[in-house]
């Protein structure tokens, strides 16, 4: 079994382990080679001669060469031995997204609804379709990373970016969850999308993926910051980036000034430069089918290289090298004691 299988081996996961594998080889040689351990030589002295078995003295090795064996055994199961190898190109589809959460005092505005019908606010439910999108760039739900680098920029009367592009969602999900609004801070009292635009871009431009998007979601006008939003679409376009853009807010009047002022134009206008799309989302769910769509339009497959498919073998090489150091410890103390 063990020939058998050292002939399929086609390598080792943990070649490393090889090395430990000489001195044991050279153990092995030496106990083969070396006189029995407890073997009294005498010149003279019948009594003494008769106490070696003339021809069997080599029984004496058994104990030790097979220690060693059993060793050099379980020194290559740790090596990992893999067998039937076979290659496999891996290809994934990837990009580098910024996404753009307006963090206004508009945003607490309570004109979606859950469920039940009872009023959460635009921001709760902007977190929940952002989380989903992220979600969603996992090859497992239990993964902590994705293969999109994903950042997250927040703005209001200014923009800052919260998380930078990283492949770590356990952080973006962290990040937005903590988001939050302070009404009477002057921080949250504006809307500046212009700002939103060049920051994200800006970092995009260090990247040196192929696929670069924006995904800016808004619920109001442009009334900050020195970037004119529509400049900065021109921008993105002379840079390859596709700015997605989504308005957000319950059409119907509300108690927090009616119905959202967004500015639908400029929000089209911005998604048609950079050859993108415009969203508008009045309640979670066509909030989370646009996060959702953008997903499945902006992908781009690269080949992630060569990798192999292989069975592990390591597992008859470590029952019978611990056998075999059973053995030798049992034959030992059975029949092979050494005489003092």
């Known amino acids: 079994m063990i020939?058998?299988?050292?002939?399929?081996i086609d390598g080792f996961k943990n070649p490393i382990f090889l090395w430990v594998s000489i001195p044991i080889v050279l153990l092995l040689i030496a106990e083969w080679v070396a006189r029995p351990h407890g073997v009294v030589t005498v010149s003279t002295g019948e009594a003494l001669a008769d106490m070696r078995a003339s021809g069997l003295e080599w029984l004496r090795k058994i104990p030790p060469v097979l220690r060693a064996l059993g060793l050099l055994l379980l020194v290559i199961a740790l090596a990992r031995p893999m067998s039937g190898m076979k290659p496999r190109i891996e290809n994934a589809e990837v990009r580098d997204i910024m996404l753009a959460v307006d963090l206004s005092g508009s945003m607490t505005a309570n004109d979606f609804r859950d469920e039940r019908g009872s009023?959460?606010?635009?921001?709760?439910?902007?977190?929940?379709?952002?989380?989903?999108?992220?979600q969603s760039r996992k090859a497992e739900e239990s993964a902590k990373f994705g293969?999109?680098?994903v950042g997250l920029l927040y703005y209001a009367s200014y923009a800052w970016i919260q998380t930078p592009l990283t492949l770590d969602y356990s952080l973006?999900?962290?990040?937005l969850s903590i988001a939050e609004i302070d009404l009477n801070s002057d921080k949250h009292n504006q809307t500046a999308i212009g700002s939103a635009l060049g920051l994200a871009l800006s970092n995009l431009l260090k990247s040196e993926a192929e696929s670069k998007v924006i995904v800016l979601l808004?619920?109001?006008?442009?009334?900050?910051?020195q970037l004119d939003p529509i400049t900065a679409a021109n921008l993105a376009k002379d840079y390859g980036v596709r700015v997605y853009t989504?308005?957000?807010?319950?059409?119907?009047?509300?108690?927090?000034?009616?119905?959202?002022?967004?500015?639908?134009?400029?929000?089209?206008?911005?998604?048609?430069?950079?050859?993108?799309?415009?969203y508008r989302a009045t309640d979670l769910e066509t909030l989370s089918e646009a996060y959702r769509e953008i997903n499945e339009l902006e992908t781009t497959e690269i080949e992630l290289g060569e990798s192999y498919d292989f069975d592990e073998a390591f597992m008859p090489f470590a029952l019978v090298g611990g056998f075999c150091v059973l053995v030798s410890i049992f034959s030992r103390r059975k029949w092979f004691e050494a005489v003092p």
């Not at 020939?3 to 399929?8: A, E, G, N, P, Q």
């Not at 959460?120 to 929940?128: E, P, S, Y």
């Not at 808004?218 to 910051?225: K, L, Q, S, V, Y």
């Open 3 to 8: 020939f058998k299988t050292l002939l399929d």
């Open 119 to 134: 009023p959460i606010n635009r921001l709760f439910v902007t977190q929940l379709a952002v989380l989903d999108f992220i």
């Open 147 to 149: 293969l999109d680098r």
């Open 172 to 175: 973006l999900e962290h990040d």
């Open 218 to 225: 808004t619920d109001g006008i442009n009334n900050a910051g």
């Open 246 to 278: 989504i308005g957000a807010g319950a059409v119907e009047g509300n108690r927090f000034g009616g119905q959202s002022p967004i500015d639908e134009k400029a929000m089209q206008e911005i998604a048609d430069i950079t050859g993108a799309k415009y």
